[in-house]
């Protein structure tokens, strides 16, 4: 089993900046890849990032890439996603994610563990 817990979720304004933290614990491997996703009320949880936890080979969503960035703390064992220049679309519960031997990284399903997420609201 894997623990995500998930922190930094507030009330940010537009242009601002927020740094989302995922702290892991429990039985991790080398060959995970950690994401994470969002979700808006009444839609679907979508992509926002991913990272292979050794390599650290990123990946991030056409909607935010230049703007958030994914990161991993090994020895922390804390995944991060830095929110720059944040817009009230990018409003949503936050949720960290990790899965083993994930191919294609912008896939809920493929995820085999979640946190609770965490709620970001961006006002204009």
Partial sequence: QVQLVESGGGLVQAG????????VSGRTSSNYAMGWFRQAPGKEREFVA???????????????RGRFTISRDNAKNTLYLQMNTPKPEDTAVYYCAAGMGV??????????????GTQV???S
């Fill in 16 to 23: 601002g900046s927020l740094r989302l933290s995922c702290a």
């Fill in 103 to 116: 191919l294609i990284m912008s896939t809920p399903k493929n995820y085999d563990y979640w946190g609770q």
């Fill in 121 to 123: 609201t961006v006002s």
């Fill in 50 to 64: 991913a990272i292979r936890w050794i390599g650290g080979s990123t990946w991030h969503a056409d909607s935010v």
